[in-house]
């Protein structure tokens, strides 16, 4: 896909999701809402370029394409006539370990899926990507 507007994505460690807690500023998307790592799409880099770059901004993590088990297309949640990348992905304890928090958002957690696709404080959309893309990847692993 070469017409997207931005990449996301659920990465899981042991039956957790990373997860971090949006700015709650005036006139910010979604403030003090639970988020996923992605953002937006800088010239013209693929889908995995624009996950990659902004993981290591928010997160300090290089991930590579080895990280990522799902990957789909979806309606921008800001501007619904484009299209958004969603990534299903793992990382280890020891990157969850690694992780040096960017300047963006308030803080971050790994959240029990349950916990993620649940919780009433989440970005919306970001659940329901997060439970397909999650449910075709284990089952892409099993076939």
Request: glycine share 12%.
């Amino acid at each position: 896909m070469t017409d997207f507007v931005g990449a996301k994505a659920a990465l899981v460690c042991g039956g957790a999701v990373l997860a971090y807690l949006r700015d709650d500023r005036p006139g910010l998307r979604w403030p003090g809402h639970w988020d996923l790592p992605g953002g937006g799409r800088e010239g013209a880099e693929s889908a995995e370029q624009c996950l990659f770059r902004e993981v290591s901004e928010e997160f300090g993590l290089r991930l590579t394409p080895a990280h990522l088990t799902w990957r789909g297309a979806f309606p921008a949640l800001h501007d619904p006539g484009r299209q958004a990348v969603f990534f299903a992905g793992r990382i280890s304890p020891e990157e969850v370990a690694a992780i040096r928090f960017g300047n963006e958002g308030q803080g971050w957690r790994m959240l029990p899926l349950a916990d993620w696709l649940a919780h009433p404080r989440a970005v919306p959309g970001l659940q329901e990507r997060s439970a397909i893309a999650l449910s075709q990847a284990r089952n892409a692993s099993r076939g």
